[in-house]
């Protein structure tokens, strides 16, 4: 589950039934299925997020069922899984799991978390692992607040301490610290950190209907913009906004910074008008046009006559999609997939080159 994706599962699944367990890839070594951070959720009866799938989720789901089937209160508790030697994963790394159960009282942290990613803060979240039947403690730290306890003061302090240091640098994901005060005490540190991926995809012919039907499943916060409001179809992924929009060019202009924008409208004059609002913005992470290197070249001239320099038209993805080795399918969901797939590359190139991780749904 994305960063900060598994914070209103969790509080639903309390909200529900009183309890849950958050399954966190607290380490991990060599090959793993999935990256330390990654989070799933598991609720009476329903699971949302994957660690991975596999033998590995299948076991932390045994281990996360059985937890809830028990009468213990809160407890937080760790499994290393030798991937190969205990799993028979060809994978051969180790991941390290932390299972962490929790009812109602985790509310006051948890609500404050929810608050953070709604409004795109930062924080941290610090659980002492104990086992399984003890109780245990939560804390949210950001860097000018905090909420719950880890239990004493002297631990809040030293919790707070390190995760301040980890929010003021690049750190992302979940780590396993090793108490300095107390060794039988490990603190699981789970920093979290905003990364939207926006994308504006517009046009809703055959190739942008495939295309939202490719981001459904990707976490992405996608607007889906055309002005042809009775082709749009009824029902579209959870995770995708119809705006049926007069002038599409505005929505350009409304976009926000490092957003995403794929233009594949029904009209040749329209994505020009849309290729120059979004060459007005120098900050958007993608500009995508779907075309062919002759409608590329007709563009650019077009452009360039308009008074476009050189090294903004070069920020034009035309012919679309595989990074610049376009597919030669014709089928809308070939090209949406190639689409999507260099989405997917340009962010996470993006995210590296700023410190930051990306954990995939």
Known sequence: MTSMAWLEPLAAAIALDGEAVLVVVAATQGSAPREPGTAMVIANAAVHGTIGGGHLEFEALRIGRDALATTSTQGAWIVRFPLAARLGQCCGGVATLAFVKLDRRARPWLDGALSCARTGAAFAVVTAIANATQEHGALLVTPDDTRGTLGTPATDSAAIALARTRLAGTAQGAALVRFAEDDATTLLVQVERPDPFDVLVFGNGHVGRALVEVLGVVPARVRWIDSRAADFPRAVPRNVEVIVADEPDDELGRAPAGAYAVIATHSHALDLTLIEAALARNDL??????????????????????????????????????????????????????????????????????GLRVAAQ
């Open 285 to 354: 992470r993608y500009v995508g046009l779907i075309g062919s290197r002759s409608k590329r070249t007709q563009f650019e001239r077009r452009l360039a006559a308009r008074g476009h320099a050189a090294e903004a038209l070069a920020r034009i993805h035309c012919p679309i999609g595989a990074q610049g080795a376009p597919i030669k399918g014709k089928h809308p969901g070939s090209i949406a997939i190639a689409i999507a797939a260099e989405l997917i590359i340009v962010r996470e190139a993006a995210t590296r080159s700023s």
